[in-house]
């Protein structure tokens, strides 16, 4: 299938915004340290990372909600190459509607030099496929990555009823564009598809405190908690039923 450019303006720090949204792919050129803290940190993930059995094996599950530029997924690479045993193989599920070009990509997450080596090895294999689903594997298998080129509730449906994570997820990267700009990719059906994809202690992590999304998760068994430390903007918390409170 044809693809063709994301309308992305780009600002004089070389930062993407999205015409489409009206919307800011990330904030500055801070971003790199904010997914650490939010996505990474709210996640828990070096802990969980350093703490997996080397001598059992398995598999680690992230699920995203909006590509975008792929820099949380390298991130999460980073960090996974740096403190999960070798035994143990991360999956990346990742779900993107309008997919950035891999000329757009390579721009994008060339303004972070510290992530030059995983930027390079995912620009090689990247090839977006609106209303389909990307495989990728890299860093000799270790690291798996599937793009889902849907619409969020359609790509949430289809993860479960496909199996793509046989499991479910350890963990849920909550991304895209703010709220107010893209309701969408917020709404109640998201959530309410999360769930089925969620077990007792996968966690969450996000940078918006907005009340409908908080209200939403509550509302489909996770547990909330607004902020931790310094970073009071952001929301975190875990899966515990349809009990939860």
Known sequence: METH?????????????????????????DAY???????????????????????????????ETGFGTG??????????DQCAPKSWTLHFV????????????????SLWPVLSRYREALVLQYKPLPQETAQLFLADHRVRLTLVFEDVVEALRQIKERGITPDGADAWFLSGFAPAKNPKMWSEQVFEGMAPLSRQGTTFATFTVAGPVRRGLAANGFVVHKGFGYKKHIITGYFHGKDAS
């Open 33 to 63: 340290e904010e997914v650490l803290s939010i996505s990474c940190q709210g996640n828990v993930l070096k802990d969980r990372f350093s703490k997996l059995d080397p001598s059992v094996g398995g598999t680690f599950t992230i699920i």
């Open 5 to 29: 450019d994301v309308p992305i303006e780009w600002d004089q720090d070389g930062l993407p915004h999205s015409v489409i949204f009206n919307d800011k792919y990330f904030c500055n050129l």
């Open 71 to 80: 820099l949380n997924f390298c991130c999460a690479w980073q960090l996974w």
């Open 94 to 109: 990742s779900i993107e509607l309008y997919p950035l070009s891999v000329q757009q990509l390579n721009r994008a997450l």
